[in-house]
């Protein structure tokens, strides 16, 4: 599966993407942000607010309930600011 | 109808959108234009440019499907939203929306949708870099407004307001 991280959630992770094996028990969209977040510092940075961080599966918007089955792309970044 | 949804790092000239649109029609009886413009001071400070960060693929799929949600809602002739992306410099255009129809009510409503979406949920983060001191650091995300989320949903059914059209 392949994250996207964008804007400050990139900077703080340090890359822009990159490819993962889901363990197993991950679930929804919640679930792999609190995994995410105890990968080490950078990523607890990126995710120590996680009511703020928005996340797309597919390149649509969803919730943090959602479920990830069968995604192929999953993106974190912070509440846009486009316009 | 016919719909226009680009992005692109180079300026565009918002007359030859409109006409484009227009050209050869005679049902078009409104055309509303909507530029987003770079300001030169963000909170007082003094900006030096703005660096638009998207989400290719889903920037230019989340734009359509507002497009498809906006030619539902009203009778639209016409539309075209082009959004920039990359390093703007004050004064410079960052979004184009333009949107047609037979009457005046429908294009104002639509490019006022369009917008207020666009602002919330297309995929585009703006940095924007002032004229360092040195002591701090010159650049800096923009923060999401919570009044652009209330403009945003002020079209949705649950709200009530506006959700007759």
């Given amino acids: 599966m392949k994250l996207r991280y964008f804007a400050w ?14 363990p197993a028990g991950i679930t929804t969209v919640a679930d792999l942000v609190a995994w995410l977040s105890q990968r080490g510092e950078e990523y607890a940075h990126a995710f120590e607010n996680p009511k703020v961080i928005r996340a797309a599966i597919d390149r649509a918007h969803v919730r943090a309930d959602a479920a990830i089955l069968g995604a192929h792309e999953i993106a974190f970044f912070p509440p846009m600011t486009g316009g | 109808m016919a719909a226009t949804v680009r992005l692109q790092r180079e300026p565009f000239d918002a007359a030859s ?8 029609r ?32 889903m920037a230019e799929a989340e734009i359509a499907r507002h497009v498809e949600a906006a030619e539902r809602r009203w009778p639209l002739l016409g539309v075209a939203v082009i959004h920039r992306y990359g390093r703007i410099v004050p004064g410079e255009d960052i979004v184009l929306v333009v949107t047609a129809a037979a009457h005046r009510q429908d294009a104002f409503a639509a490019a006022e949708f369009l917008m207020d979406y666009l602002k919330t949920r297309a995929p585009f983060w703006k940095q924007i870099e002032f004229a360092g001191d040195g002591r701090t ?17 002020r079209w949705t059914a649950s709200s009530g307001r506006r959700a007759a059209e």
Wanted: contains cysteine; charged residues 35%.
């Fill in chain 2, 137 to 153: 650091d010159a650049k800096m995300w923009v923060d999401a407004k919570q009044s652009d989320d209330a403009l945003a949903d």
């Fill in chain 1, 9 to 22: 959630v990139r900077e703080r992770i340090g890359k822009p993407e990159e490819e993962i094996e889901l």
């Fill in chain 2, 26 to 57: 005679g049902d078009i009886g409104a055309v509303v234009t909507f530029t987003g413009i770079c300001r030169s001071d963000e909170t007082g400070a003094p900006l030096l440019a703005m660096t638009l960060e998207h989400y290719p693929g």
């Fill in chain 2, 17 to 24: 959108e409109v006409d484009k649109l227009r050209r050869g």
